[in-house]
């Protein structure tokens, strides 16, 4: 709903209009408070301007702090800047929203914006502060960590380095050591082959040579096998040699029976059976010694292992830290804050426009204009106000407070003490750790001093294969080296910043310009009501007009109410009080006090009743509004007529 300004009297109702009345020329005057009918074309123009350039200001506010491509950023701005544009051109509801942001910003609402802007502060100052003296102190403890371990591993690599050089040595050489062993294990095999071979006896009915529980018992059960055998092979070739003797002598003798005769030594093969005396020394007299298994085992295992790869692996990890961003956030906190102003401004022209009791309690121009024409007509006013209703009435050109206006100044000087509070409080730590940091700094510098001496010669003498092989190995210990290294954690000593003058500036004055807006805010809420009143005349005159018929009922109200009270009063609370001033004025202390609007009224405006007996003391005002008559002693038969409401109505054109 929009209102629409008409046609107004010569006189002008508002000081606004007034003082432009006499600055301005006629022209400039007709165009801003003229009909809307005049000068269509220029308030289309003027509007379109009014509402590109508010567009601007407003973009700026909104969209500053938002991330977009520069593309993103001139089509948004042109297309935001066009329907400002037609705004204004069209819309008095919106021009007069944008004026009404700059009353607002020294409200609440900027208040609220200027809050956004210390919290900023705070964090790029004492916040960001002390984690960053946090983060120097923690960074210099690391670095003291890590100053003691580089020198533990600098004393524990000279330690491990002849260790680490027999492996990086083998490592090198795997190749020729793989030969090498390679070689051990083809040697070996033969010795493997004697030792587990089934060859050198008779498998038949040995049984007990597989299964033996242990390498010693199998190869000395085969040792014993083997020793039978070549026993009974002595045995078969004597017999076999005997035998062959017979034949040859058989057939050298041809003559029977001399032959028989003769040859019958050859016949003696028993004394071959003389060999199996050896048998029992197989048994007890077996040369194997009594270790020799396990030994084999253990030396078996050894040349299975040798042949084995080596390999080494090397894992590097990598961490990352993702922060926050506050400042993103907080520079949407500032653009969602102005377009709560906007929406503050505009929701104070949309009541102003609906409700005709939102912030009506102003004594205009206008206000003073019907009361004065009232006043000359004889007819019923309201000025000067009776105390009571000083109480629900604002003097818009008043420099006091009104008692109404008061609650939102301390509400919001509340809300400043608890933020100055709180950035106390933050200054108070950073300033703390500020002083902790630096005296660390000062008192923690420390020197340090690593000296080591190494030499080792190692000899190994021979040309065997395991003399090789130790050589190649062992050989790399014999290494000489000397350390003497001087250091200090200088570097590693924290480093705390102080927060400079910009930093107290960006804090303190945003707090100051609050403390400002919080006396400032109780007359720039009362400039709204003017603004609003420029771009809809004809709804703030019936807004006043309500007003005035609204007051002029409540004082006749009042006023009969006090009449029937005073009637009443005359037997119990007059009397009781009417003894206590007697006595009070006896002692030299008079008291005048209004019996109709309870105030304390001074000695020279005291109107007080000529009748005789009657002490009732009445304030110049509520004396004429009573007609000159005490209620109070007159009989209740001569009260006239109650107050009527038949001139309380104004209706005024103009």
């Given at each position: 709903?929009?209102?629409?300004?008409?046609?107004?009297?010569?006189?002008?109702?508002?000081?606004?209009?007034?003082?432009?009345?006499?600055?301005?020329?006629?022209?400039?005057?007709?165009?801003?408070?003229?009909?809307?009918?005049?000068?269509?074309?220029?308030?289309?123009?003027?509007?379109?301007?009014?509402?590109?350039?508010?567009?601007?200001?407003?973009?700026?506010g909104?969209?500053?702090?938002?991330?977009?491509?520069?593309?993103?950023?001139v089509?948004?701005?042109?297309?935001?800047?066009?329907?400002?544009?037609?705004?204004?051109?069209?819309?008095?509801?919106?021009?007069?929203?944008?004026?009404?942001?700059?009353?607002?910003?020294?409200?609440?609402?900027?208040?609220t914006?200027?809050m956004?802007?210390?919290?900023?502060?705070?964090?790029?100052?004492?916040?960001?502060?002390i984690?960053?003296?946090?983060?120097?102190?923690a960074?210099?403890?690391?670095?003291?960590?890590?100053?003691?371990?580089?020198?533990?591993?600098?004393?524990?690599?000279?330690?491990?380095?002849?260790?680490?050089q027999?492996?990086?040595?083998?490592?090198?050489?795997?190749?020729?050591?793989?030969?090498?062993?390679?070689?051990?294990?083809?040697?070996?095999?033969?010795i493997?082959?004697?030792?587990?071979?089934r060859?050198?006896?008779?498998?038949?009915?040995?049984?007990?040579?597989h299964?033996?529980?242990?390498t010693?018992?199998?190869?000395?059960?085969?040792t014993?096998?083997?020793?039978?055998?070549?026993?009974?092979?002595?045995?078969?070739?004597?017999?076999?040699?005997f035998?062959?003797?017979?034949?040859?002598?058989?057939?050298?003798?041809?003559?029977?029976?001399?032959?028989?005769?003769?040859?019958?030594?050859?016949?003696?093969?028993f004394?071959?059976?003389?060999?199996?005396?050896?048998?029992t020394?197989c048994?007890e007299?077996?040369?194997?010694?009594?270790?020799?298994?396990?030994?084999?085992?253990k030396?078996?295992?050894?040349?299975?292992?040798?042949?084995?790869?080596?390999?080494?692996?090397?894992?590097?990890?990598?961490?990352?830290?993702?922060?926050?961003?506050i400042?993103g956030?907080?520079?949407?906190?500032?653009?969602?804050?102005?377009?709560?102003?906007?929406?503050?401004?505009?929701?104070?022209?949309?009541?102003?426009?609906?409700?005709?009791?939102?912030?009506?309690?102003?004594i205009?121009?206008?206000?003073?204009?019907?009361?004065?024409?009232?006043?000359?007509?004889?007819?019923?006013?309201?000025?000067p106000?009776?105390?009571?209703?000083?109480?629900?009435?604002?003097?818009?050109?008043?420099?006091?407070?009104?008692?109404?206006?008061?609650?939102?100044?301390?509400?919001?000087?509340?809300?400043?003490?608890?933020?100055?509070?709180?950035?106390?409080?933050?200054?108070?730590?950073?300033?703390?750790?500020?002083?902790?940091?630096?005296?660390?700094?000062?008192?923690?510098?420390?020197t340090?001093?690593?000296?080591?001496?190494?030499?080792?010669?190692?000899?190994?003498?021979?040309?065997?294969?395991?003399a090789r092989?130790?050589?190649?190995?062992i050989?790399?210990?014999?290494?000489?080296?000397?350390?003497?290294?001087?250091?200090?954690?200088?570097?590693?000593l924290?480093?705390p910043?102080?927060?400079?003058?910009?930093?107290y500036?960006?804090i303190?004055?945003?707090?100051?310009?609050?403390?400002?807006?919080?006396?400032?805010?109780v007359?720039?809420?009362?400039?709204?009501?003017?603004?609003?009143?420029?771009y809809?005349?004809?709804?703030?005159?019936?807004?006043?007009?309500?007003l005035?018929?609204?007051?002029?009922?409540?004082?006749?109200?009042?006023i009969?109410?006090?009449?029937?009270?005073?009637?009443?009063?005359?037997?119990?609370?007059?009397?009781?009080?009417?003894?206590?001033?007697?006595?009070?004025?006896?002692v030299?202390?008079?008291?005048?006090?209004?019996?109709?609007?309870?105030?304390?009224?001074?000695q020279?405006q005291?109107?007080?009743?000529?009748?005789?007996?009657?002490?009732?003391?009445?304030?110049?005002?509520?004396?004429?509004?009573?007609?000159?008559?005490?209620?109070?002693?007159?009989?209740?038969?001569?009260?006239?007529?109650q107050?009527?409401?038949?001139?309380?109505?104004?209706?005024?054109?103009?």
């Open positions: 709903m929009e209102c629409v300004r008409e046609t107004r009297c010569k006189t002008p109702h508002s000081t606004l209009e007034q003082v432009c009345k006499r600055i301005l020329p006629p022209g400039v005057h007709r165009f801003l408070f003229g009909p809307l009918s005049e000068f269509p074309v220029v308030r289309r123009l003027t509007g379109a301007v009014f509402g590109a350039l508010s567009g601007v200001g407003l973009f700026f909104l969209m500053h702090n938002i991330a977009m491509t520069p593309v993103q950023r089509v948004v701005g042109c297309v935001f800047v066009g329907l400002c544009s037609l705004g204004g051109m069209f819309s008095s509801l919106f021009r007069c929203s944008v004026l009404l942001m700059f009353p607002s910003m020294i409200g609440s609402q900027g208040r914006f200027l956004v802007f210390v919290l900023h502060g705070l964090y790029q100052g004492p916040i960001a502060n984690q960053h003296n946090v983060q120097d102190v960074s210099s403890m690391g670095c003291n960590i890590d100053l003691q371990i580089t020198h533990s591993k600098v004393m524990w690599r000279m330690l491990t380095e002849p260790y680490v027999v492996v990086q040595e083998i490592v090198n050489d795997s190749e020729e050591f793989q030969k090498e062993s390679q070689n051990v294990s083809k040697k070996f095999q033969k493997r082959d004697e030792v587990m071979g060859y050198g006896y008779d498998s038949l009915g040995k049984e007990s040579v299964t033996a529980n242990s010693q018992e199998e190869y000395v059960t085969k014993r096998a083997r020793c039978d055998y070549v026993v009974q092979q002595g045995i078969s070739r004597c017999q076999d040699w035998s062959n003797k017979w034949e040859e002598c058989m057939n050298t003798i041809q003559a029977p029976l001399i032959n028989n005769f003769l040859c019958i030594p050859m016949q003696f093969h004394l071959c059976d003389i060999m199996r005396v050896m048998t020394w048994t007299k077996i040369p194997v010694e009594g270790n020799f298994g396990q030994t084999f085992d030396l078996n295992d050894s040349i299975n292992r040798l042949a084995e790869h080596f390999t080494t692996n090397v894992v590097l990890k990598e961490k990352t830290v993702i922060a926050e961003k400042a956030v907080i520079n949407f906190l500032l653009s969602f804050t102005f377009i709560t102003v906007f929406t503050s401004a505009f929701g104070y022209v949309r009541l102003f426009c609906r409700d005709i009791h939102f912030d009506n309690v102003y205009t121009t206008y206000f003073r204009q019907i009361d004065a024409r009232r006043s000359r007509a004889g007819k019923r006013h309201l000025l106000l009776k105390k009571v209703e000083q109480e629900s009435l604002i003097n818009p050109w008043s420099l006091s407070i009104h008692p109404s206006e008061l609650m939102p100044v301390i509400v919001g000087f509340l809300q400043v003490a608890s933020l100055a509070l709180f950035v106390c409080v933050l200054l108070a730590v950073d300033g703390i750790l500020y002083n902790i940091f630096d005296l660390i700094r000062r008192h923690t510098f420390t340090y001093s690593v000296t080591s001496v190494h030499h080792a010669d190692i000899v190994i003498g021979g040309d065997s294969m395991l092989l130790l050589r190649k190995t050989g790399a210990f014999n290494t000489s080296s000397n350390l003497d290294v001087q250091s200090s954690n200088l570097h590693c924290p480093q910043h102080a927060l400079s003058q910009s930093n500036l960006w303190f004055t945003p707090l100051l310009l609050m403390c400002l807006m919080c006396c400032l805010q007359y720039t809420n009362r400039l709204r009501r003017v603004i609003t009143a420029f809809f005349p004809k709804r703030e005159k019936k807004r006043i007009l309500f005035y018929n609204l007051q002029i009922q409540k004082r006749i109200s009042f009969n109410r006090q009449r029937h009270l005073l009637r009443n009063q005359k037997q119990t609370f007059i009397t009781v009080l009417s003894v206590l001033l007697a006595l009070l004025k006896r030299g202390c008079r008291l005048h006090w209004c019996w109709v609007c309870n105030r304390f009224v001074r020279n005291a109107v007080e009743c000529s009748s005789v007996g009657c002490t009732v003391i009445y304030c110049q005002q509520c004396w004429t509004d009573l007609d000159n008559i005490c209620y109070a002693c007159l009989p209740h038969k001569q009260c006239g007529p107050d009527n409401s038949s001139d309380s109505d104004v209706y005024y054109g103009c």
